[in-house]
């Protein structure tokens, strides 16, 4: 956490992304207590990563990532699973 708050000082153009269980199922309580935080993924991240990173200056729509938005936290918080993480 520090490293990131830290980061952020350093880089504010830096889009700082949190992802994992410790913070799945508290996406909106981690982004309101960690503002340097831009979004989270929540659930497992093999596919909403790269899609967050497609679509990181918009990405209004993508399934299992919270973000900031000007005055506020937007997206989805729902758990994504993968049914077969052996591809």
């Given amino acids: 956490q520090r490293v990131c708050e830290e980061l ?3 880089l504010p153009s ?9 913070v799945s199922f508290c996406a909106e309580q981690t982004l309101a207590s960690n503002p ?4 989270v993924l929540c659930g497992e991240g093999e596919e909403a990563l790269p899609a967050l990173i497609r679509r990181l200056d918009d990405p209004n729509g993508l399934p299992g990532v919270l973000y900031r ?3 506020g936290i937007a997206g989805d918080s729902t758990y994504q699973c993968i049914p077969d993480l052996s591809l």
Wanted: glycine share 16%; aromatic share 16%; hydrophobic share 45%.
């Fill in 14 to 22: 830096c889009k700082i992304l949190w992802g994992g269980p410790e």
């Fill in 8 to 10: 952020s000082l350093l």
């Fill in 36 to 39: 340097f935080v831009y979004a």
């Fill in 69 to 71: 938005v000007p005055g």
